[in-house]
């Protein structure tokens, strides 16, 4: 079972928590991985482009002139493609792009990841992420006191409205609440921070079924088309 050191913002280490093995001491699936970012990109399109085709824009169906005898070419209809204001030959047509993914593997490869974010050290445990006032550089002075520079995803309760509010000028951070933790951010973010209670709630969510988790899970799939991805 592996254990962190518990800090706080001031990187102290103020204890230890027990991780769940099953969550956090998972063996590396690259390939599960790669399926389940392919899912959660190939959700996030919007699909709503599209062209009209001849049977979509408007105009009359009747035959401009007969057939022969005029010298001009033979036309069927003004909504041709070869007239202008005439339909699209082709052209790209609204369609759903998802590419669902059943829940067990979408669990799977999160507990991957963030197993893999423990072992190479990337991964901090806080007591809580309270900040004094909701400013960005309060924020930004505990992401700098916890020596903790590039990239970097917190995971903290979504009823901290400091938090949320002080972190949301900073490109290079993301704040997201444990049921909202998706594959793709903690892949993209080199740094991933958890408050305490975040961590314990993030275990029970994911831990498998018959070992003593339960049946719910975070949103980590793809957003459906026409939402924001988390």
Do not use: C
Request: hydrophobic share 35%.
């Amino acid at each position: 079972m592996p254990t962190v050191k518990v800090r706080n913002l001031k990187n102290e280490e103020v204890g230890d928590l027990d991780l769940s093995d099953a969550v956090f001491g998972a063996e590396l699936n690259e390939g599960l991985i790669h399926a389940a970012v392919k899912s959660y990109l190939a959700g996030a399109r919007q699909g709503t482009v599209g062209t009209k085709t001849r049977g979509d824009v408007s105009g009359s169906g009747r035959k401009l002139w007969k057939q022969k005898g005029t010298g001009r070419a033979r036309i069927a209809s003004i909504r041709s493609p070869l007239w202008k204001g005439g339909g699209n030959v082709h052209g790209p047509q609204a369609r759903d792009w998802s590419q669902p993914l059943p829940k067990k593997m979408r669990r799977g490869a999160l507990r991957s990841a963030l197993s893999e974010r423990l072992r190479e050290g990337n991964l901090v445990v806080v007591e809580n992420f309270v900040l004094p006032e909701a400013k960005t550089k309060e924020f930004v002075g505990a992401l700098a006191a916890l020596e903790l520079g590039g990239k970097t995803l917190v995971v903290d309760t979504t009823d901290n409205d400091r938090l949320l509010l002080a972190s949301r000028n900073v490109k290079r951070a993301k704040v997201v609440g444990s049921g909202g933790l998706n594959i793709y951010d903690v892949l993209y973010h080199e740094k991933l921070v958890m408050s305490r209670a975040a961590a314990e709630q993030l275990q029970s969510l994911l831990e498998p079924r018959g070992a003593g988790g339960r049946n719910g899970s975070p949103d980590e799939a793809a957003p459906a088309q026409g939402e924001e991805a988390a």
